[in-house]
T-cell receptor, first 119, second 116 residues
Framework: AQSVTQLGSHVSVSEGALVLLRCNYS??????LFWYVQYPNQGLQLLLK??????LVKGINGFEAEFKKSETSFHLTKPSAHMSDAAEYFC?????????????????FGRGTQLTVWP | NAGVTQTPKFRILKIGQSMTLQCTQD?????MYWYRQDPGMGLKLIYY???????DKGEVPNGYNVSRSTTEDFPLRLELAAPSQTSVYFC???????????????FGQGTRLTVV
């Protein structure tokens, strides 16, 4: 089974500052990777996904993430934070499509990172 | 498009009561999932289904049951509610095919359950 580690359960930045949310996965075979955002009392919304195409993935709301196989990482960044970015962010991975017996579509989630944006 | 619809949005149960959380999707997705979300713990998979008539356990299945009689519906049953089942429950669905482009999961708005 996959595991996902999100470093930092809480991240605080000032409005206009760089946002960096960290995510590392455990698989030696590259899985598919996702970042989801959850606003208060809402469900999860997909920000972006990596599915073995370009390693730099652009998502909604100005977010992007870079897949680094050598570091087993998929960190989420945004050059300039906005107040509306305050939310909880989850990194998730699927089983690798190259693993026999994998269940594609089954997602493993990190514990989440709460992003606070100060004015 | 309605996407994934969960009912109810909120529920308070007494210990030992039973209830069914409803989930339906209108995207013709094969894969459906139930997750529970607890503060600081992320989402844990309870059960999932890869198609009508096929279900399997996830990480935390104890105390829950599911069925999948149609492609659209995937209800979650709590038979004897316990305080440990106080949580927010999310239903999700995806195509779940061999193409990575189709493994994105779509989530419902959640059901907030309190067991007292």
């Amino acid at each position: 089974a996959q595991s996902v580690t999100q470093l930092g359960s809480h991240v605080s930045v000032s409005e206009g500052a760089l946002v960096l949310l960290r995510c590392n996965y455990s698989s030696s075979v590259p899985p598919y990777l996702f970042w989801y955002v959850q606003y208060p009392n809402q469900g999860l919304q997909l920000l972006l996904k990596y599915t073995s195409a370009a390693t730099l993935v652009k998502g909604i709301n100005g977010f992007e993430a870079e897949f680094k196989k050598s570091e087993t990482s998929f960190h989420l960044t945004k050059p300039s934070a906005h107040m509306s970015d305050a939310a909880e962010y989850f990194c998730a991975v699927t089983d690798s499509p190259y693993d026999r017996g994998s269940t594609l579509g089954r997602l493993y989630f990190g514990r989440g990172t709460q992003l606070t944006v100060w004015p | 498009n309605a996407g994934v619809t969960q009912t109810p949005k909120f529920r308070i149960l007494k210990i030992g009561q039973s209830m069914t959380l409803q989930c339906t999707q209108d995207m013709n997705h094969n894969y459906m999932y139930w997750y529970r979300q607890d503060p600081g713990m992320g989402l844990k998979l309870i059960y999932y289904s890869v198609g009508a008539g096929i279900t399997d356990k996830g990480e935390v299945p104890n105390g829950y049951n599911v069925s999948r009689s149609t492609t659209e519906d995937f209800p979650l049953r709590l038979e004897l509610a316990a305080p440990s089942q106080t949580s927010v429950y999310f239903c999700a669905s995806s195509y779940g095919t061999g193409s990575g482009m189709n493994t994105e999961a779509f989530f419902g708005q959640g059901t907030r359950l309190t067991v007292v």
